[in-house]
């Protein structure tokens, strides 16, 4: 016979603390079991996990069992519980997620925690962190970024380490552009060509040879991004806003359900609709940068979101969210990202 509201109360009541400690769990309620999304008509007690894992990983102690004075339970995947809060306001610790930028940019998103010879770095694109290549190592990083309001030295939270740097296309050599392309004359294909001229003139022809340089193919990049040292590791966090803890790395593919935390858009999900993506990327003021092996989803971020860990279902990280258009999402892969900066999970 199913227990009665009150009766479910009255265990739920006895249970709760001890449910509660359980390791991975973050709420502990009364409520419908529910079977494949749907809640049936039976009384449960619930209990709220940050991520469900496979029972043979958890100590015995951790474990929910199946019922509770006869009265059954459930096991519901939330996430970490936050206290609801701002995304673009100063956050202590600053989970991922939350607006962050370079004193000289506006903001983007701080992606997540990464460790670099041993110690907790933030992640997130070269354009937020390292202001598209015209930072120096040691420069400023806010928390919110100077368009929500940070201000340096009050919202300090971080100092610029690391970054890889973009080639834009027609760059000169300094990754900042310059170069002009198209035809230009070559030394000594100049000084070959002027002996030539001189002797076709001498016997009276008309024609004449100009030395060119071929323009070199495009300079094409793999990653956005960049790491910075936070002032004080207690004043970051290595959970995802509303996703919460990183299970792990993944490989990311065709047809691969993802989601992301971002400054702008909060929460969303997508899914990889091209895999080995070259794009031309528009960073603004004439510079371009063309990008190989990127992933791309649909319409799942909007400006301020660069910077955002992009993860599967199971909370493993995929990519680095960098760049998109009303209906697409540019993704750098995060194993081309931890190549590029030498950095591996927490």
Same mark, same amino acid.
């Given at each position: 016979m199913a227990a009665s509201l009150n009766e479910v109360r009255r265990v739920h009541a006895g249970a709760c603390n001890g449910l509660l400690a359980r390791r991975n769990v973050v709420a502990v309620g009364v409520g419908y079991k529910r079977t494949g999304g749907r809640a049936t008509g039976d009384?449960?007690?619930?209990?709220?996990? *940050? +991520?469900? =894992?496979?029972?043979?990983?958890? +100590?015995? %102690?951790? %474990?929910?069992?199946?019922?509770?004075?006869?009265?059954?339970t459930d096991v519901v995947q939330s996430g970490p519980i936050f206290a609801q809060q701002s995304r673009t306001g100063r956050v202590r610790p600053a989970p991922g997620g939350v607006s962050i930028g370079h004193v000289g940019i506006t903001a983007g998103t701080l992606g997540c925690l990464v460790?670099?010879?041993? $110690?907790?770095?933030?992640?997130? $694109?070269?354009?937020?962190?390292? $202001?598209?290549?015209?930072?120096?190592?040691?420069d400023a990083i806010l928390q919110p970024g100077p368009a929500d309001g940070g201000r340096d030295p009050a919202d300090q939270i971080a100092r610029l380490v690391e970054w890889a740097p973009i080639v834009f296309d027609g760059a000169d050599g300094d990754g900042n552009g310059g170069g002009d392309g198209g035809e230009s004359p070559c030394p000594i294909g100049g000084i070959a060509a002027g002996m030539l001229n001189a002797a076709a003139a001498a016997v009276g022809s008309r024609t004449r040879l100009r030395a060119v340089r071929?323009?070199?193919?495009?300079a094409t990049n793999l990653v956005d991004c960049a790491i910075a040292a936070p002032l004080d590791p207690s004043s970051v966090s290595a959970d995802i @806003?509303?996703?919460? =803890?990183?299970a792990g790395v993944a490989d990311g593919g065709?047809?691969?359900?993802? *989601?992301?935390?971002? %400054?702008?858009?909060? @929460?969303?999900?997508?899914?990889?609709?091209?895999?080995?993506?070259?794009?031309?990327?528009?960073?603004?003021?004439? =510079?371009? +940068?063309?990008?190989?092996?990127q992933l791309m989803a649909g319409a799942m971020s909007q400006g301020g979101d660069s910077g955002s860990a992009i993860l599967d279902m199971d909370n493993r990280l995929v990519g680095l969210l960098f760049a998109g258009s009303? /209906?697409?999402?540019?993704? /750098? =892969?995060?194993? $081309?990202?931890? +190549?590029? @900066?030498?950095?591996d999970l927490p």
């Open positions: 009384l449960a007690i619930v209990c709220s996990v *940050r +991520a469900k =894992r496979p029972l043979e990983s958890l +100590a015995l %102690r951790d %474990r929910i069992p199946a019922t509770v004075q006869g009265v059954p460790l670099k010879s041993g $110690n907790p770095h933030i992640l997130s $694109n070269n354009h937020v962190l390292a $202001n598209s290549n015209d930072a120096s190592v040691g071929e323009a070199a193919p495009a @806003l509303e996703i919460g =803890r990183i065709l047809g691969m359900p993802i *989601r992301k935390s971002g %400054r702008t858009t909060g @929460l969303t999900t997508g899914e990889i609709e091209q895999v080995d993506v070259t794009a031309q990327v528009d960073y603004g003021s004439g =510079r371009t +940068a063309t990008f190989t092996d009303t /209906n697409t999402t540019v993704i /750098n =892969r995060i194993q $081309n990202v931890f +190549a590029a @900066l030498q950095v």
